[in-house]
């Protein structure tokens, strides 16, 4: 069963605080990974891809990878109250056809 | 705007009634996707299309049945609906990036929220 795990939260973090975002999944094979974010009654929105292990960074956000833990991250600095949705991580799993597995999100609150 | 869109955006329905979803993209992407979020908000792959072609077919009822005209439109129709079906479905489209089909960038639609009465 290909399986990506995503703490359900919520997360609650103070405005200016980092806030840090944790995924893992069960493919050792997957290739691509994907961090969305989901405003309540929104459609997901793509904000951070990572392909090689380490970091990378846009903006704020900053993506994490860990290939041989099977991990990835997402910090998001300076938080701020327009960050508060829910995240979620999706991997594109090995096998082919692009077939993406999401993880149920976790939900993130970033208060004044 | 370049987009992803879907129509109708609501849709409320007796059980029993038969139903159509249509999408369309502007983005010149090749493959476009279904996608199923219930009310637990977890999403999940039901299709996927590639050049008009079906690419993935999930442990979907057999009540539903996707088609692509063409590789900028795909239409989900629902047979015989159901109280279970009741969720927001989610149209998606993507391309390869720097030609690596595994670097699968998808970009969703605004959803259409199925309510089954």
């Known amino acids: 069963q290909k399986e990506v795990e995503q703490n359900s939260g919520p997360l609650s973090v103070p405005e200016g605080a980092i806030a840090s975002l944790n995924c893992t999944y069960s493919?050792?094979?997957?290739?691509?990974f994907f961090w969305y974010r989901q405003y309540s009654g929104k459609s997901p929105e793509l904000i951070m891809s990572?392909?090689?292990?380490g970091d990378k960074e846009d903006g704020r956000f900053t993506a994490q990878l860990n290939k041989a833990s099977q991990y990835v991250s997402l910090l998001i600095r300076d938080s701020q109250p327009s960050d508060s949705a829910t995240y979620l991580c999706?991997?594109?799993?090995?096998?082919?056809?692009?077939?993406?597995?999401f993880g149920a999100g976790t939900r993130l609150a970033v208060h004044p | 705007d370049t987009a992803v869109s879907q129509t109708p955006k609501y849709l409320v329905t007796q059980m029993g009634n038969d139903k159509s979803i249509k999408c369309e993209q502007n983005?010149?992407?090749?493959?476009m996707y279904w996608y199923k979020q219930d009310s637990k908000k977890f999403l999940k792959i039901m299709f996927s299309?590639?050049?008009?072609?079906?690419?993935i077919n999930e442990t979907v009822p057999n009540r539903f049945s996707p088609k692509s005209p063409d590789k900028a439109h795909l239409n989900l129709h629902i047979n015989s609906l159901e109280l279970g079906d009741s969720a927001v479905y989610f149209c998606?489209?993507?391309?390869?990036?720097?030609?690596?089909?595994?670097?699968?960038?998808?970009?969703f639609g605004p959803g259409t929220r199925l309510t089954v009465l």
């Open positions: 999706a991997v594109n799993f090995s096998g082919g056809y692009n077939k993406l597995i």
């Open positions: 493919d050792r094979g997957s290739q691509s």
């Open positions: 983005l010149g992407h090749d493959t």
């Open positions: 998606a489209s993507s391309h390869p990036r720097a030609g690596r089909s595994s670097y699968n960038e998808q970009f």
């Open positions: 990572i392909y090689s292990n």
């Open positions: 299309y590639n050049n008009k072609e079906l690419i």
